[in-house]
């Protein structure tokens, strides 16, 4: 299996921009996870989906913040309007089943909001 | 609320030179205890689960083990190539989200 791919891996865009960050779980996973990761506070959960229904989005910080899961294979986050302090690090992970079971992260997209 | 602690922030070792680094948590009913390495610019690579007081998982020079309010991440001997950031995660009853600590910044001179 190819692990958890995501996409773009870098992203540079200029505040007030939509900017949607994409990814593929690995093929069977039924739960996926988007995380965000800044050096002040480390890997925050965002949302978390189960057979691609969002259950809990309480680590979104504003409204400005969505995703979505349309079907298994698939998930995005979008940011719209993009502020400076979206600046970090975007990782989503997949795991099959919740219950104390191993996640696998994909690469990240690092993403700069100037 | 549960809470995951790890120390050092940093930690620089000659290579051969054998540590610990600590992960202490707080939550309401242990399900599972995570132990993670992240390269830079990369995703965190899992490495351990622990499930109970008293569990110990090897992997090469990484031996975890837990406690009812730590994990103790050894690493023997270690090498340039182990220099990575070691996180931490737990996850408590009830099937709540992982809790991921910050990290512990290994680097491993030679």
């Known amino acids: 299996d190819a692990g958890v791919i995501q996409s773009p891996r870098h992203e540079v865009t200029e505040m007030g921009q939509e900017v949607t960050l994409r990814c593929k779980p690995i093929?069977?996973?039924?739960?996926l996870f988007w995380y965000r990761q800044t050096m002040m506070r480390g890997l925050e959960l965002l949302i978390y989906?189960?057979?691609?229904?969002?259950?809990?989005d309480s680590g979104m910080p504003e409204d400005r913040f969505s995703a979505k899961m349309p079907n298994a294979s698939f998930s995005t986050l979008k940011i719209q309007p993009s502020e400076p302090r979206d600046s970090a690090v975007y990782f989503c992970?997949?795991?099959?089943?919740?219950?104390?079971?191993?996640?696998?992260f994909g690469p990240g997209t690092r993403l700069l909001v100037l | 609320e549960d809470q995951v602690t790890q120390s050092p922030e940093a930690l620089r070792l000659q290579e051969g030179e054998s540590s610990s680094l600590n992960c202490s948590y707080t939550?309401?009913?242990?399900?599972?205890l995570f132990w993670y390495r992240q390269d830079p610019g990369k995703g965190p690579e899992f490495l351990f689960t622990?499930?109970?007081a008293g569990e110990e998982k090897e992997k090469e020079r990484l031996k975890a083990t837990l406690t009812k309010k730590e994990s103790f991440l050894h690493i023997t001997a270690p090498k340039p190539e182990d220099s990575a950031t070691y996180l931490c995660?737990?996850?408590?009853?009830?099937?709540?989200?992982?809790?991921f600590g910050k990290g512990t910044r290994l680097s491993v001179i030679a």
């Open positions: 939550v309401s009913g242990l399900r599972g």
């Open positions: 992970a997949s795991s099959l089943g919740r219950g104390a079971e191993t996640q696998y």
């Open positions: 622990l499930y109970s």
């Open positions: 995660a737990v996850q408590a009853g009830g099937n709540t989200p992982l809790v």
């Open positions: 989906f189960n057979n691609n229904v969002p259950i809990d």
């Open positions: 093929s069977g996973h039924d739960y």
